[in-house]
Structures are given as structure tokens and as C-alpha cells.
């Protein structure tokens, strides 16, 4: 060990003659200024600089120095310094293998950072001010790792011309591809040792775009391919599809994105299964394909689509592995797989013309937003064989949506139907969500009144319903008390609904939010609310109409009421000092908040701990309820 040595203060650089044998520092001290000319002095076979702690370190005038007299350099350091300028002389180190500029405010490298000819990584992590690489970077031939954070790619729009040559780059994040010699596609060609992402941009630009050679590539687990956007040509079409044939990838390929493209149809090596180890797809702005054909994608977990405005149908496939589904504004999309057994995840936006989803066995999450002739969600019977503890196969029934944890429905289609589409559970929380908005184009029929039927939920712990204008009640033939353990209850801006019902909301009920409803005129008369052991906190607010609790008042669990732009209901209740007709019903509760009204805190031996909502300004929001303690 007596070759390394930790500085750190000037006074532990010492030089003495074993300093001599120094051949690995490191520089712990902020200030690093006289430390570093003191190394140069005594330690001039030093083969490692590094400055591994995490303050800014000030070099002043030592690099100069250090970089004429330390020619045995193989590795350093500078990250986390406070340079701005790296000096030229840095070709000096002709030995350099390993040179660290990461978290630096450097703006621009020297040219003459090129002639070091042994460098074999180049780091530049969190550079937040550099746009550009060298003009000459492609005379590092010995350069194995190049490391740039996705700000720089962002930022940076081109790349210097012939990086070609770096036949031995291990990460080239992303190569646009330009019109110059030294800046197309070719230049890929004899980069056969890239690992991990590559993203090849600009690709309208590319020409012999089987020059690059990507099916040799078996180290690039992730292919990026993007065209800019621009008008489609139909002349050029034919081209684009080619031009996409030729970029077939290596087999081991795991995931593959491909955006803006314009061609009719994908290759076949996208379609008849060669690439049988992806796990991922994304498709983004391929606005012309009709059809989408997969093949068999044995492996394939996520699958997102995107902006495919000509996209019909998309056909069967095995989909076995697929786990997370997400289509987003593919308008004249129609039809789906028939069968998706293990998907987990389902997220459908702005599909205008779809009508059915596909049959799901295990169902968690499901997202249906913008989907106005959606109108079978294929909820079925499914016959599942599982092993038993004794090895013999078991034939089971069950639901198709059994295991769904969340559900959220933004503008329901015209029928009044899917609410009822959600299923029983026995186990585990579930959370379900809602929302319709009534932002179609006038000319479109609007939905008619409509009541939910309520199926066995067990599981349901808290419902938010939102924005759902036709609703007329809240349960039909299936009552919410059978959501035996629902605690949340969540109404808002449902405009037609005018009453609840005696004794139809859930028993175990811990919290009720009733938001904008514009023409609600009664609670209920007997058993809606005092039959709510459990009930701890009530919110109302902006509910014009609404001037009376029901006639047998409100359960003695009640530690918090809020009521708030209720006009009628905030007259009828008074306050303790002009009690009104309602103020009886109320003059229990703990903590009373009506409009700007508030009732005396507790008496100390009374304190509890309870759920409570804050609500500030605009409509009640069921997920700002968080569950606190609170003490008079």
C-alpha cells in the first residue's frame, strides 16, 4: 500500500522521499491547488489522480502544471472541480487511458484532446453547459466507453463526422444521421461492439441503410429508429418501407421503438417473429399502417401505440407475456386481439371507433378514456386449471375482471352500461374510479339518465364517481350496500341527481365527499346517514338546492362536517348563537366547518383521532383525503 496515498490537507502531502513512490492519489481536501503542485514535485511517476469527494474542488493554476510533468498518467480525475476550461496542454498525457470531466462547467473540449491516441473512456455525466464534441473525436481509436447523460443528446444535433472509426465505442446513445460524407448511416457499419440503447435519428436523411449492419449488432438490447416529423410523400413511401426492411436488427434484440414513420406496412422481420426475445414495442406517429401483425412474440411484456391514425386492426397473436397494454389516439382502430390472458395493465385513449376490449384473465388496471362507441368490455366466465398442493390439475370458474385493483373511465360512451362491468373480490384493496365529461361536439346524441348496478365488491375500499352528468342515482337494482367494506365515498358534478336513497349507502363508510351537485335536494329521510356507524367525516359543498340533513339526523361517529357554498343548508343550520331549524342534528359534531362558521374546539378529555379532509378553494377532490391524527 505504501504506493497510494489520501490527501487531505496540504500538510499530509508530505515530501519526504517515500513520496517519491507514490503512484496513486487521492485529493480529499476542498482546495487542491497546493496539494496537486506539491504531488507534481515529488511524485512525478504517478499513475492515478482522482478527487473523489463530493464539494467542488478548486485546481487554480495546477492543471497546466500537472499536465506537462505527470507523463506516467493513466487515470484522471477532474469531476467535481471547478473548471471551465480545460487547457490544451491535456495532450500531454499521452499515456491517458481513463480521464473523468463529469459534473464540470465546461463548455467546450480542446481539439487537442484527440491525440490521446491510448484514451479508452471519456466521461462527461452531468456537463450541463457542453453541446459538442471535438471536430477530430474519431482519432481516438483505442476509445471503448463515451459517457454523456440525455441532456447532451437532447441538446446536441449532430455528431462530429467520422465517428465511424471508433470501431471499438462500446455506448453511442444516439446517432443523428446528416446528408455529409462522415455523418450517414454507414458510419454504423464497423461499429460492432456498441452495447446497450442506440438511437438512430433523422433516419428521412439515411441512404444504404443496410450499411449499418445493425443485424450484427448482438450487443444492442435497445433500438431507437425515428424519421422528424414531416408531410408524407406518396413517391417516397415505397422507399421509407425499404429503407425500414433494411434496418432488420440482431435477433437478441429486447425492445424496439420506432417513431414517425410513414410507410404502409412494417417489414417482415417486425411481423413474421423473428425477433422472438423483445419484451417491449413502442410505435409513435407510424400514421399510414392499416394493419398491425406482430407474429409470435413469445417474450413481449409491453406494447405502447401511439398516433397510428390509419391503424384498423389489430390482429391475434400470442400474446401470452404481454402484461402492460397502452393505445392512445388511434381513431379508426376497430378491433383488438380476441384474447390478452396476462395482461395486467390496460390503458385505451381516444380510440374513437373501437367497440370491444379483449378478454383478460388476470386484470389489475384498466384506463378508458375518450372512448365514445366503446361498448362490450368482454367481461366473461373463463375456466382457469391451476396445480393443487398434490400435483393434480383443478378446473376453476371464475370472473374475467376477478383480480381488478383500479379502474378509471374518462367520458363514458353513450350507453349507460360499463359500470356495471366491474366484479367481485375477495381479497385486497380496490379502487375504483368514474368520470364522465360531456365535452363532445353538440351535434353527437348525448348519453340518457342512467343509474349503476352495482355487482358483489367486497374488496372496494374507496369509489370516487365524477363528472358523471346523466347519472339519476346512485344504485339501480344492485344496491352499494353490498360494497361492504368501501370506506371513501367520493360524488361530484353529477348534475342530475337529485336525492339518495334511505339506507343504500355502504354500512362500514368512513368518509363522504359530495361536491357540484347542482340539483341534489335531499340525503334521504330515514337510515341514509345515521345508519353510518363508522362515519367520521362529511363534506358538502356546492350543492344549491340541498337545505336539510334527513329527518333522523346524523350518526353520533360524526367527528367532522364541513359544509361550504350550500346557501340553504348553511341557513337551516345556523350556528350556536342563531340556531337554525338543522342546528340540533349537528350540535354533536366535534369540528364544524360551515362556509366561514366555526364551532368551539373540543374539551381536552374529548380528544380523538379521526380521519380528516382539507379542502381550500375549488370542488372537493377525493384523493386530497389523507388519513391524519388531530388533537384539540
Known sequence: MRHCCQVKDYKSCSSSQQSKEYRHVSLL????????????????????????????????????????????LRLLDLSSSTIQVLPSSIEELKLLRYLDLSRTEIKVLPDSICNLYNLKTLKLLGCLWLTQLPKDLGNLVNLQNLELDDMFWFKSSTLPPRIGKLTRLQNLHAFPIGCKSGNRIEELKEMAYLTGTLHISKLENAEN??????????SVHKLVLEWSNRDANPHDLSDEE???????????????QIFNYLGNSFPHWMTN???????????????????????????????????????????????????RLKISNCPKLRELPKFIPNLRVMKIKKCSSLKALP?????????LVDNPVLENWNETLLRVISINDRRQQVVQQRLSFISLLEMKVIRLPQAPGPADKLCSSETGDKWVSVIQHPSYPRDEPTSSAFSFEWPDLPGLKALYIRDCKDLVALSGEGSMRSLTSLKLL?????????????????????????????SLLSLGTFGTLKSLHSLKDLYIEDCPLLQSFPEDGLPNSLQHLLIQNCPLLTKQCGNEDEQGPEWEKISHIPDLEIDFIKAPPLPKEKNKAWYRVFIRGGGLKGNEAAESSASA
Open 29 to 72: 481536501c476542498k482546495d487542491v491547488e497546493q496539494p496537486a503542485l506539491s504531488i507534481v514535485d515529488n511524485s512525478q511517476k504517478l499513475r492515478t489522480l482522482l478527487l473523489p469527494s463530493e464539494f467542488l474542488k478548486n485546481f487554480g493554476q495546477a492543471l497546466e502544471t500537472i499536465f506537462h510533468k505527470l507523463k506516467y
Open 209 to 218: 441503410a443496410e450499411e449499418a449492419k445493425l443485424n450484427e449488432k448482438e
Open 242 to 256: 425499404r429503407l425500414l426492411a433494411d434496418l432488420k436488427p440482431h435477433s437478441a434484440l429486447k425492445e424496439l
Open 273 to 323: 417473429g423473428q425477433l422472438r426475445n423483445l419484451v417491449g414495442i413502442s410505435l409513435k406517429g407510424c400514421s399510414n399502417c392499416r394493419i398491425l401483425s406482430l407474429g409470435e412474440l413469445p417474450h413481449l411484456n409491453e406494447l405502447y401505440i401511439k398516433g397510428m391514425l390509419e391503424l384498423e386492426k389489430w390482429e391475434n397473436g400470442d400474446y401470452n407475456s404481454l402484461c
Open 359 to 367: 378478454v383478460t384473465a388476470i386484470l389489475m388496471f384498466l384506463i
Open 490 to 518: 367520493s360524488i361530484q358534478g353529477c348534475s342530475k341527481l337529485v336525492k339518495f336513497q334511505d339506507e343504500e349507502l355502504p354500512p362500514a363508510l368512513e368518509c363522504l365527499l359530495i361536491g357540484s351537485c347542482s
